[in-house]
Protein backbone atom coordinates (compact mmCIF):
# COMPACT_ATOMS: atom_id res chain seq x y z
CA UNK A 1 0.00 0.00 0.00
CA UNK A 2 1.67 3.43 -0.73
CA UNK A 3 -0.54 5.87 0.35
CA UNK A 4 -3.79 6.08 2.94
CA UNK A 5 -6.32 8.37 2.40
CA UNK A 6 -9.43 9.77 4.33
CA UNK A 7 -10.05 11.47 7.52
CA UNK A 8 -8.21 9.81 10.57
CA UNK A 9 -11.49 10.75 12.42
CA UNK A 10 -13.31 7.74 10.17
CA UNK A 11 -10.28 5.18 10.18
CA UNK A 12 -10.50 5.33 14.55
CA UNK A 13 -14.12 4.76 14.28
CA UNK A 14 -13.45 1.60 11.77
CA UNK A 15 -10.76 0.32 14.26
CA UNK A 16 -13.05 0.81 16.70
CA UNK A 17 -15.78 -1.22 15.60
CA UNK A 18 -13.37 -3.98 14.13
CA UNK A 19 -12.07 -4.21 17.92
CA UNK A 20 -15.62 -4.78 19.09
CA UNK A 21 -16.39 -7.48 16.71
CA UNK A 22 -12.81 -9.29 17.21
CA UNK A 23 -13.74 -9.07 21.57
CA UNK A 24 -17.60 -9.95 20.57
CA UNK A 25 -16.55 -13.17 18.42
CA UNK A 26 -14.40 -14.41 21.55
CA UNK A 27 -10.75 -14.08 19.65
CA UNK A 28 -9.48 -13.04 23.12
CA UNK A 29 -11.49 -15.50 24.90
CA UNK A 30 -8.63 -17.30 25.81
CA UNK A 31 -6.16 -15.01 26.31
CA UNK A 32 -2.42 -16.80 26.76
CA UNK A 33 -3.49 -18.71 23.60
CA UNK A 34 -3.93 -16.01 21.57
CA UNK A 35 -0.40 -14.37 23.22
CA UNK A 36 1.20 -17.50 21.95
CA UNK A 37 -0.41 -17.53 18.70
CA UNK A 38 0.40 -13.50 17.99
CA UNK A 39 3.95 -14.34 19.37
CA UNK A 40 4.44 -16.54 16.83
CA UNK A 41 2.46 -14.63 14.12
CA UNK A 42 4.38 -11.35 14.62
CA UNK A 43 7.98 -12.44 12.65
CA UNK A 44 5.81 -12.69 9.44
CA UNK A 45 4.26 -9.61 9.93
CA UNK A 46 7.19 -7.46 10.63
CA UNK A 47 8.62 -9.60 7.62
CA UNK A 48 5.75 -9.13 5.49
CA UNK A 49 5.31 -5.18 6.09
CA UNK A 50 9.30 -4.25 6.02
CA UNK A 51 9.96 -6.08 2.92
CA UNK A 52 6.34 -4.58 1.11
CA UNK A 53 7.51 -1.69 2.11
CA UNK A 54 11.36 -1.82 1.16
CA UNK A 55 10.46 -3.14 -1.98
CA UNK A 56 8.52 -0.05 -3.01
CA UNK A 57 10.80 2.20 -1.91
CA UNK A 58 14.12 0.25 -3.36
CA UNK A 59 12.71 0.34 -7.00
CA UNK A 60 11.46 4.21 -6.75
CA UNK A 61 14.93 4.80 -5.82
CA UNK A 62 16.61 2.86 -8.45
CA UNK A 63 14.61 4.36 -10.83
CA UNK A 64 15.36 7.75 -10.07
CA UNK A 65 13.51 8.89 -7.21
CA UNK A 66 15.58 10.25 -5.03
CA UNK A 67 12.63 10.68 -1.98
CA UNK A 68 12.54 7.03 -0.37
CA UNK A 69 16.37 7.27 -0.55
CA UNK A 70 16.21 10.74 1.52
CA UNK A 71 13.42 9.52 3.81
CA UNK A 72 15.91 6.44 4.79
CA UNK A 73 12.99 4.05 3.11
CA UNK A 74 15.71 2.02 1.21
CA UNK A 75 16.47 -0.36 3.79
CA UNK A 76 15.37 -3.48 5.30
CA UNK A 77 15.02 -1.91 9.19
CA UNK A 78 11.76 -2.37 10.38
CA UNK A 79 11.41 0.83 11.99
CA UNK A 80 11.56 2.69 9.00
CA UNK A 81 8.51 0.94 7.49
CA UNK A 82 6.58 -0.19 10.87
CA UNK A 83 3.45 1.90 11.43
CA UNK A 84 3.25 2.00 15.40
CA UNK A 85 -0.97 2.63 15.15
CA UNK A 86 -1.23 0.35 12.27
CA UNK A 87 1.08 -2.65 13.51
CA UNK A 88 -1.02 -2.54 16.70
CA UNK A 89 -4.36 -2.44 14.44
CA UNK A 90 -2.95 -5.63 12.57
CA UNK A 91 -2.07 -7.14 15.89
CA UNK A 92 -5.46 -6.94 17.53
CA UNK A 93 -8.50 -6.64 14.77
CA UNK A 94 -6.74 -8.08 11.53
CA UNK A 95 -6.48 -5.16 9.75
CA UNK A 96 -3.28 -2.75 9.52
CA UNK A 97 -0.73 -1.00 7.56
CA UNK A 98 2.62 -0.17 7.21
CA UNK A 99 4.36 3.50 6.77
CA UNK A 100 3.09 4.02 2.85
CA UNK A 101 6.24 4.98 0.74
CA UNK A 102 5.90 8.47 -1.09
CA UNK A 103 7.21 8.57 -4.48
CA UNK A 104 7.57 11.13 -6.49
CA UNK A 105 6.49 10.11 -9.96
CA UNK A 106 7.98 13.30 -11.43
CA UNK A 107 11.39 12.33 -10.81
CA UNK A 108 11.44 8.89 -12.94
CA UNK A 109 14.04 9.43 -15.38
CA UNK A 110 12.37 7.34 -17.73
CA UNK A 111 8.63 6.62 -19.17
CA UNK A 112 6.97 7.87 -15.68
CA UNK A 113 3.76 4.80 -16.44
CA UNK A 114 6.22 2.00 -16.70
CA UNK A 115 8.40 3.33 -13.73
CA UNK A 116 4.89 3.80 -11.69
CA UNK A 117 3.99 0.36 -12.29
CA UNK A 118 6.98 -1.30 -11.60
CA UNK A 119 6.87 0.29 -8.04
CA UNK A 120 3.36 -0.42 -7.73
CA UNK A 121 4.24 -4.33 -8.53
CA UNK A 122 7.34 -4.41 -6.25
CA UNK A 123 5.94 -4.58 -3.08
CA UNK A 124 3.42 -7.25 -4.19
CA UNK A 125 6.05 -9.26 -6.00
CA UNK A 126 8.49 -9.37 -2.90
CA UNK A 127 5.56 -10.91 -0.79
CA UNK A 128 4.87 -13.36 -3.51
CA UNK A 129 8.94 -14.28 -3.60
CA UNK A 130 9.29 -15.16 0.52
CA UNK A 131 6.28 -17.18 0.53
CA UNK A 132 7.08 -18.70 -2.39
CA UNK A 133 10.57 -19.51 -1.22
CA UNK A 134 9.61 -20.42 2.95
CA UNK A 135 7.17 -22.53 1.53
CA UNK A 136 10.18 -24.61 0.57
CA UNK A 137 12.04 -23.93 3.58
CA UNK A 138 8.56 -25.77 5.65
CA UNK A 139 8.56 -28.42 3.14
CA UNK A 140 12.26 -29.42 3.34
CA UNK A 141 12.18 -28.43 7.06
CA UNK A 142 9.30 -30.92 8.05
CA UNK A 143 10.78 -33.99 6.18
CA UNK A 144 13.40 -34.11 8.68
CA UNK A 145 12.35 -32.21 11.98
CA UNK A 146 9.93 -33.91 14.64
CA UNK A 147 6.90 -31.83 14.89
CA UNK A 148 6.46 -32.36 18.22
CA UNK A 149 10.14 -31.05 18.72
CA UNK A 150 10.10 -27.88 16.12
CA UNK A 151 6.19 -26.99 16.28
CA UNK A 152 6.74 -23.46 17.05
CA UNK A 153 9.32 -23.45 14.43
CA UNK A 154 7.03 -24.87 11.86
CA UNK A 155 4.37 -22.49 13.04
CA UNK A 156 6.44 -19.25 12.33
CA UNK A 157 7.42 -20.47 8.78
CA UNK A 158 3.76 -21.28 8.00
CA UNK A 159 3.20 -18.05 8.68
CA UNK A 160 6.04 -15.93 6.61
CA UNK A 161 4.26 -18.03 3.70
CA UNK A 162 0.34 -17.26 4.98
CA UNK A 163 0.88 -13.40 6.04
CA UNK A 164 2.91 -12.77 2.76
CA UNK A 165 0.42 -14.28 0.65
CA UNK A 166 -2.45 -12.77 1.91
CA UNK A 167 -0.24 -9.41 2.32
CA UNK A 168 -0.03 -9.76 -1.42
CA UNK A 169 -3.85 -10.96 -2.64
CA UNK A 170 -5.19 -7.90 -0.40
CA UNK A 171 -2.41 -5.20 -1.82
CA UNK A 172 -4.04 -6.97 -5.44
CA UNK A 173 -7.17 -6.06 -4.84
CA UNK A 174 -8.16 -3.59 -7.23
CA UNK A 175 -9.52 -0.84 -4.74
CA UNK A 176 -7.52 2.64 -4.39
CA UNK A 177 -4.86 3.31 -2.35
CA UNK A 178 -4.00 -0.17 -2.98
CA UNK A 179 -1.33 -1.46 -5.12
CA UNK A 180 -4.08 -3.05 -7.60
CA UNK A 181 -5.48 -0.17 -8.20
CA UNK A 182 -2.03 1.77 -8.83
CA UNK A 183 -1.17 -1.49 -11.71
CA UNK A 184 -4.36 -1.29 -13.01
CA UNK A 185 -4.09 2.95 -12.95
CA UNK A 186 -0.70 2.68 -14.97
CA UNK A 187 -1.97 -0.23 -17.54
CA UNK A 188 -5.00 1.69 -18.36
CA UNK A 189 -4.06 5.48 -17.77
CA UNK A 190 -7.06 5.36 -15.64
CA UNK A 191 -5.90 9.02 -14.71
CA UNK A 192 -7.57 10.42 -18.12
CA UNK A 193 -11.36 9.35 -17.08
CA UNK A 194 -13.54 12.22 -15.46
CA UNK A 195 -13.89 9.90 -12.23
CA UNK A 196 -10.74 8.64 -11.77
CA UNK A 197 -9.69 11.70 -8.58
CA UNK A 198 -12.94 10.94 -7.18
CA UNK A 199 -12.78 7.01 -6.94
CA UNK A 200 -9.54 7.48 -5.38
CA UNK A 201 -10.48 9.89 -2.87
CA UNK A 202 -13.30 7.56 -1.47
CA UNK A 203 -11.10 4.77 -1.81
CA UNK A 204 -9.84 4.29 1.84
CA UNK A 205 -13.56 4.23 3.11
CA UNK A 206 -14.68 1.98 0.25
CA UNK A 207 -12.11 -0.81 1.30
CA UNK A 208 -13.10 -0.15 5.09
CA UNK A 209 -16.56 -1.30 3.81
CA UNK A 210 -15.23 -4.20 1.82
CA UNK A 211 -13.65 -5.12 4.91
CA UNK A 212 -16.00 -4.86 7.83
CA UNK A 213 -18.87 -6.32 6.19
CA UNK A 214 -16.30 -9.48 5.26
CA UNK A 215 -16.50 -9.30 1.01
CA UNK A 216 -12.40 -8.84 1.19
CA UNK A 217 -12.42 -11.87 3.81
CA UNK A 218 -14.76 -13.98 1.04
CA UNK A 219 -12.26 -13.18 -1.54
CA UNK A 220 -9.07 -13.69 0.05
CA UNK A 221 -10.45 -17.24 1.41
CA UNK A 222 -10.22 -18.94 -2.08
CA UNK A 223 -7.36 -17.28 -3.86
CA UNK A 224 -4.52 -18.02 -0.80
CA UNK A 225 -6.68 -21.82 -0.93
CA UNK A 226 -4.93 -21.61 -4.47
CA UNK A 227 -1.85 -19.89 -3.81
CA UNK A 228 -1.04 -22.08 -1.13
CA UNK A 229 -1.77 -25.30 -3.36
CA UNK A 230 0.15 -24.37 -6.23
CA UNK A 231 3.27 -23.23 -4.19
CA UNK A 232 2.80 -26.90 -2.53
CA UNK A 233 2.65 -28.99 -5.44
CA UNK A 234 4.83 -26.92 -7.42
CA UNK A 235 8.01 -27.68 -4.41
CA UNK A 236 6.87 -30.84 -4.08
CA UNK A 237 7.25 -31.22 -7.83
CA UNK A 238 11.07 -29.99 -7.40
CA UNK A 239 12.15 -31.31 -4.39
Same mark, same amino acid.
Given at each position: ?????????????????????????????????????????????????????????????????? &??????? $? &?????????????????? $??????????????????????????????? $??????????? &???????????????????? &??????????? $?? @??????????? +?????????? +??????????????????? @????????????????????????????????
Amino acid at each position: MRKLSGGSFMLIIFIALMAYNSITSGRFDNPGQWFYDMVLRLPAIVIGLTFHEAAHAFSAWKLGDM &TPKAQGR $V &TLNPLAHIDPFGIIALVF $VGFGWGRPVQVNPYAFKKNRRLANLIVDVAG $VATNFVIAFVF &TAIYILSVMDWHQDQYGALC &TILVNIVYINL $VL @MIFNLLPVPPL +DGFGILTEIF +DLRRYSWYHSLYNSGMFIL @MILVFFGIVGALLSPALGVMLKFFENAWLAVL
